[in-house]
């Protein structure tokens, strides 16, 4: 037994499978094995063990990665489970490789999520103590008060969540519609802010993710630039993570 030891959610994570979270689902599932014998959660993996998802033998981590972002239409939902759910991202977009959402967008919402196949970057972007900031084109049904933007800006408790949602910055943009800039990602975090003001979200979209700007037509996905890359790492710089020019190729891709 070697003592090059590695958790086997960090495990599936490096090697581009799915996410860590998305690894503790599967592993919880019985869906993992390690040496054709289903592990308990925690479980580490050794030098030589054979790990499998599904009867599929899982691979050492990968060296070029990927990292789209993607208009999402409404109606589109951010799974990697596509046997249950049929309007599923994954199916949607149809990349080549294998690659998974970072985070979530309600389905009743539109505009930008990124998606990837390095699980190890998944945690540093969605992690809400690190303050990365999300921004948001949002139209309500009623006309926007001045006490609506300082509630919305100031913090709400979200009953539902246990939680106060942490301030932010909200702008009226017109009559019915307002930006919002968030630094944390909870539940329907938006629309239950507004539904605790009495407020009804028509549309909802996500326009910036940090440095990651939408910029593309509605249901297309690109690459990352060289540049947005090295930003989004300068962001997360308590990643271990360095970028490699000569392995980042960037292409832009239609649908």
């Known amino acids: 037994m070697?003592?090059?030891?590695?958790?086997?959610?960090?495990?599936?994570?490096?090697?581009?499978?799915?996410?860590?979270?998305?690894?503790?689902?599967?592993?919880d599932a019985g869906r993992v094995t390690i040496n054709d014998v289903i592990p308990e959660m925690g479980t580490k993996v050794a030098t030589g063990d054979v790990v499998k998802v599904d009867g599929e033998i899982i691979g050492e981590r990968k060296k070029n990665f990927v990292y789209l972002a993607f208009n999402?239409?409404?109606?589109?939902?951010?799974?990697?489970?596509?046997?249950?759910?049929?309007?599923?991202?994954?199916?949607?977009?149809?990349?080549?490789?294998?690659i998974f959402p970072i985070g979530r967008l309600d389905k009743p919402s539109e505009g930008l999520i990124l998606l990837t196949d390095d699980g190890d970057i998944v945690n540093k972007i969605l992690r809400a103590s690190n303050n990365h900031e999300k921004e948001?084109?949002?139209?309500?049904?009623?006309?926007?008060?001045?006490?609506?933007?300082?509630?919305?800006?100031?913090?709400?408790?979200?009953?539902?969540?246990?939680?106060r949602t942490k301030k932010c910055v909200v702008k009226k943009i017109d009559k019915y519609t307002f930006s919002i800039i968030l630094t944390q990602g909870l539940n329907r975090q938006i629309r239950r802010m507004c539904d605790y003001l009495n407020y009804n979200v028509k549309t909802l979209k996500r326009i910036r993710i940090m440095n990651i700007v939408l910029d593309m037509p509605l249901g297309n996905y690109r690459e990352l630039t060289e540049e947005e890359f090295k930003t989004l790492s300068d962001l997360i710089s308590d990643s271990k993570k360095t970028f490699d020019p000569k392995q980042h190729h960037h292409r832009r891709n239609r649908r």
Request: with cysteine; charged share 30%.
């Open 72 to 98: 999402k239409p409404v109606g589109i939902v951010c799974t990697t489970d596509t046997r249950v759910e049929k309007d599923n991202i994954i199916d949607y977009i149809n990349y080549p490789k294998r």
């Open 2 to 27: 070697s003592d090059n030891l590695t958790r086997l959610n960090k495990y599936l994570s490096e090697a581009g499978y799915c996410s860590r979270r998305e690894a503790d689902r599967l592993i």
């Open 136 to 163: 948001y084109v949002v139209t309500v049904d009623k006309p926007i008060s001045q006490t609506f933007i300082e509630r919305m800006s100031g913090g709400i408790y979200i009953e539902e969540l246990g939680k």
